[in-house]
């Protein structure tokens, strides 16, 4: 009997302590790292979705560059084959070559939409504007989605390196630190715009 009334002593105790070390905030932050990813890998698709339909619309003016176009469309086919799954979200060199596929993409879109600005017969264009306002919507949507998923990546690499936490984190779950999504070089920088070329 004095035995039983010990356990039902220390079970309390132990529960309280395995609490404390992180064995429900450590899969807790890490579900919100892998739902911010969710949300942003769900936006950098609509944005391939979406570029197929600009291209189209674009090409059909006859008007911009067709190496612009045919890097678009190699960009995006490029972006499409380098995959990242939550599992791999503490790999850096995963991580950095899906942001080198992404940014690339990203660059050859820029550059597409900045030379269309030449072009005032395309931008008249209803359907050029439509597609236009959806991939500014689905660019703000991913700038949005990257803060989102950094935010989840900084409180679950805090969580598990931070005590009680940390016990947690190595014992039961071997955690490692997730890989933040850093923006490109080309992104701080805004483009150049020249309109010499405009017939």
């Given at each position: 009997?004095?035995?039983?009334?010990?356990?039902?002593?220390?079970?309390?105790?132990?529960?309280?302590?395995?609490?404390?070390?992180?064995?429900?905030?450590?899969?807790?932050?890490?579900?919100?790292?892998?739902?911010?990813?969710?949300?942003?890998?769900?936006?950098?698709?609509?944005?391939?979705?979406?570029?197929?339909?600009?291209?189209?619309?674009?090409?059909?003016?006859?008007?911009?560059?067709?190496?612009?176009?045919?890097?678009?469309?190699?960009?995006?086919?490029?972006?499409?084959?380098?995959?990242?799954?939550?599992?791999?979200?503490?790999?850096?060199?995963?991580?950095?070559?899906?942001?080198?596929?992404?940014?690339?993409?990203?660059?050859?879109?820029?550059?597409?939409?900045?030379?269309?600005?030449?072009?005032?017969?395309?931008?008249?264009?209803?359907?050029?504007?439509?597609?236009?306002?959806?991939?500014?919507?689905t660019e703000n949507r991913i700038?949005?989605d990257r803060r989102d998923y950094?935010?989840?990546?900084?409180?679950?690499?805090?969580?598990?390196?931070?005590?009680?936490?940390?016990?947690?984190?190595?014992?039961?779950y071997g955690a490692k630190p997730?890989?933040?999504?850093?923006?490109?070089?080309?992104?701080?920088?805004?483009?150049?715009?020249?309109?010499?070329?405009?017939?």
């Amino acid at each position: 009997m004095t035995a039983l009334r010990r356990f039902g002593l220390l079970a309390p105790l132990a529960a309280l302590s395995l609490a404390g070390c992180g064995l429900n905030s450590v899969p807790t932050a890490e579900e919100q790292v892998n739902a911010a990813w969710g949300n942003l890998q769900a936006d950098l698709q609509r944005r391939i979705d979406l570029i197929p339909n600009l291209v189209r619309t674009v090409e059909q003016t006859g008007k911009v560059e067709k190496g612009i176009l045919v890097g678009v469309t190699q960009a995006r086919a490029q972006a499409t084959q380098v995959k990242l799954s939550t599992a791999d979200l503490d790999d850096p060199q995963k991580m950095a070559a899906f942001e080198a596929a992404q940014n690339q993409l990203s660059g050859s879109l820029g550059r597409l939409l900045v030379t269309v600005e030449a072009y005032p017969e395309l931008k008249s264009i209803g359907a050029y504007q439509d597609l236009i306002v959806e991939v500014e919507r689905t660019e703000n949507r991913i700038k949005n989605d990257r803060r989102d998923y950094n935010e989840a990546v900084r409180v679950y690499n805090t969580t598990i390196r931070t005590f009680p936490s940390a016990i947690g984190a190595k014992v039961f779950y071997g955690a490692k630190p997730k890989t933040p999504y850093t923006g490109s070089t080309e992104a701080q920088t805004a483009p150049t715009v020249e309109f010499n070329n405009a017939g």
